[in-house]
């Protein structure tokens, strides 16, 4: 029994059918009518899409792409039909098992996995492409769904907001469309380029469209007078073909135009011409480059041969650049018509000559083993980390060029461009990678990091004393390579980590210390640490002596709790005092006797007033005295204005206390940054290095306290420095920690 209502739904019904005949290799015509109904029935009270047609029309319009542009299978039209039911519908997963089995319930969920709310931050996209590969690597028609999905929500973009627009295209240009590469989907890889450069840069795309189109008739009359010749010598010949030529992409030609910095009207290899031969023979594409460069001169380093050896997704033609009329270099590809189809729509051609492509089978088998081995990756220290190398080493792989190279048994390799022996080591095995010492490269010696050409043959030497080294990952390009080195390099920060932890946890317990964990955080904040772990690592490796810390904090601790402090600071104040002799007091200096209140311990640069006491002359305080207003309550005629003697000539003795790790060079940087900023002068300076930990003591002349604040602040800054202090007297002291 139909469940369709109106004649409307019976004309979709019978175009999708027309569509399936005519494209897939074979079909269950029941399938496809009863998927339809129930999406139908399923979609029918749903809300309308942005552009006011009702919803069906959009799961509709992905079935047709699949039969017709991704032409696969039933079991893929009948997923497409019902890829948005359990999102959109009151009908779930269990509705669709029940009715259609688990093989289409498993496609609707792999692609309902990937369709929700992608987008506003980094690792939320990150976790969906996750479920997407996931998802693929069970199923492959998955993602074909999804493609057909996405090109159809390309093609309606318009729709929708501005800010949709932009989000939805800039994530299709960046990972869908080298998704699509890598599948050999040609046509759908174009146009999701295409559509996303119109939505992102629409008025570049709209200049070069416009001059496309002006140029159109001398184009085609070019492209009839270049393929004239060929076209009679293939005749003669008597070979079955079709020959055409076809303008670039837009989104190919706004590329070369950047890349070469030159305007359209200066790029002459706008169209490619191919040529499609009816017949299994390879050897006739070479018979055919052999003709094309008997009439046009070719260009030898643009030819490229992937028929002998093909793409990984399976791709296969000849490739040569020849000069034609009026000096115009035009590509000309080469290709038999089902090179030509899986070409055009790559792993979706593989099921109408899946009887002759297991070379190809065997590649896509290849390119999931690797989707598979992304997600089996331990993840990084933290979830944010995780996202993003996962999504460096998904566009890694999707991006990249490809060079073929040789094991010395003679063994093909195809490895990104750029690649190194180290790449090429852990593409044979991981173990073979860990422990490279060395490579030659066709029978030559090399370093490790040299870069590998097409048709090199690599020999690696390996030593079972040999570990994986960290500056690899500096120079290796393949995410395997890069995958395996960050695995090992986390393993041992991890296993440095708690061997720092467990020296940390020992030196407090013999130290009696306790230390609360927001101490703790705020420990980790002071010495420039990323994260504990970090920390933990410098202990291990020396870098950091716990004792010496833990000294410091107890020391700190005292000061808090006692305002005793240690012999530097007093000499400071020593220092700053006898610089600053002659306090002025009520605008003139006088011959009283003055003296500093032990309550707030005054220092140069402090707001001061002066306290008239009985047989002690004059009291200095600082103006926020805890003790002066007290005083000051019941004397008040007793508070002189009082000022700093070096005020009058624009400077006073400041000091800072500066602390962290040794490293050559450290001290001269310190005193370069105090110097450099508005001539700073600098009176004195000492220093000591304890256990890799350095302190100094330095005496300068500022202008006032923002001239001090922002020396501090640019101390801080200097690589290695864990503490910079003000340098005061007292618990009242002002500190700015690092």
Request: proline content about 4%; glycine content about 6%; charged content about 30%.
């Amino acid at each position: 029994m139909s469940y369709l209502a109106d004649v409307k739904s019976v004309e979709k019904l019978n175009r999708l059918l027309e569509v399936c005949r005519n494209n897939l290799y074979s079909f269950d015509e029941d399938l496809i009518r009863r998927a339809f109904e129930f999406s139908w029935n399923a979609h029918v009270k749903g809300k309308p899409r942005a552009s006011g047609e009702p919803y069906f029309s959009h799961p509709y319009e992905v079935a047709l792409v699949v039969a017709k542009e991704v032409p696969l299978d039933d079991i893929s039209v009948a997923s497409a039909l019902l890829h948005d039911v359990v999102e959109d519908t009151p009908y779930d997963l269990k509705a669709v098992r029940s009715e259609f089995g688990n093989e289409i319930a498993e496609i609707v969920d792999g692609v309902t996995k990937i369709s929700g709310a992608v987008e506003s931050h980094e690792i939320t996209r990150a976790e969906n492409y996750r479920k997407m590969l996931l998802s693929m690597a069970k199923d492959v028609r998955v993602i074909l769904v999804k493609f057909a999905d996405r090109l159809h929500n390309m093609r309606t973009l318009t729709f929708l907001s501005r800010e949709k627009q932009e989000r939805i295209s800039r994530e299709t240009l960046e990972i869908y469309a080298p998704l699509a590469h890598r599948f050999g989907l040609a046509k759908v890889k174009w146009e999701f380029e295409d559509l996303a450069f119109k939505h992102l840069s629409g008025q570049d795309y709209e200049y070069i469209s416009r001059k496309l189109n002006a140029k159109r008739r001398e184009r085609e009359a070019y492209i009839r007078k270049f393929i004239n010749p060929i076209k009679k010598r293939l005749e003669e010949a008597e070979l079955d073909f079709d020959i055409t030529g076809r303008p670039k992409h837009i989104y190919s030609i706004y590329n070369k135009m950047v890349k070469r910095n030159k305007p359209i009207e200066e790029i002459y290899d706008l169209f490619a011409v191919r040529v499609i031969l009816d017949t299994i023979d390879k050897n006739e594409c070479f018979s055919v480059y052999g003709i094309v460069s008997e009439i046009y001169t070719p260009v030898p380093e643009r030819f490229k041969d992937y028929i002998s050896v093909p793409k990984q997704n399976g791709y296969q033609s000849i490739h040569t650049t020849v000069v034609g009329p009026e000096g115009k270099m035009v590509e000309v590809q080469i290709r038999t018509r089902q090179m030509d189809e899986i070409a055009e729509r790559g792993v979706a051609a593989h099921w109408k000559y899946k009887e002759d492509v297991k070379g190809a089978d065997r590649k896509l088998d290849e390119w999931i083993s690797w989707v598979r081995e992304i997600l089996e990756q331990p993840p990084a220290s933290s979830s944010e980390d995780a996202a993003k190398s996962f999504l460096e080493g998904f566009k890694l792989d999707l991006y990249q060029d490809e060079i073929y190279v040789f094991t010395p048994k003679g063994e093909l390799q195809v490895l990104p461009k750029g690649s190194t022996p180290v790449d090429f080591a852990f593409e044979i095995h991981s173990q073979v990678g860990t422990h490279c010492v060395g490579a030659k490269i066709n029978g030559r010696m090399v370093p490790l990091n040299t870069r590998l050409n097409s048709g090199d043959q690599i020999e690696i030497i390996t030593s079972s004393n040999q570990n994986v080294n960290p500056d690899w990952e500096k120079f290796v390009v393949s995410r395997k390579a890069k995958a395996h080195i960050r695995r090992w390099i986390n393993d041992e920060a991890r296993k440095k980590a708690a061997e720092g932890e467990e020296i940390w946890t020992k030196r407090l317990k013999k130290h009696k210390v306790t230390l609360p964990e927001d101490d703790f955080a705020k420990l980790i904040r002071e010495m420039k640490f990323d994260n504990a772990q970090r920390f933990y690592i410098a202990i291990a490796e020396e870098e950091v002596n716990p004792d010496r810390i833990i000294a410091r904090l107890t020391q700190q601790k005292t000061v808090k709790e006692t305002g005793e402090t240690t012999k530097p600071v007093h000499t400071f104040v020593e220092i700053a005092r006898k610089s600053s002799e002659g306090i002025v007091v009520d605008g003139s200096r006088s011959d009283w006797k003055i003296s500093y209140a032990k309550c707030c311990n005054p220092i140069p640069g402090d707001e001061i007033v002066g306290f008239v006491t009985t047989g002690e002359g004059v009291k200095v305080h600082r103006k926020n005295c805890a003790n002066l207003a007290r005083m000051a309550g019941a004397a008040r005629e007793r508070i002189v204005d009082a000022t700093w003697p070096g005020e009058s000539s624009g400077l006073f003795v400041a000091g800072v206390s500066v602390s962290g790790m040794d490293r050559p060079g450290i001290l001269t940087e310190l005193t370069h940054a105090i110097s450099s900023y508005q001539n700073t002068n600098i009176r004195s300076v000492s220093a000591e290095v304890r256990d890799a930990v350095f302190e100094s003591q330095i005496i300068i002349y500022v202008k006032d306290k923002e001239h001090l604040d922002r020396l501090i602040d640019k101390l801080k800054r200097i690589p290695s420095v864990t503490r910079v202090d003000r340098m005061s007297a007292g618990a009242t002291g002002q500190a700015a920690n690092a």
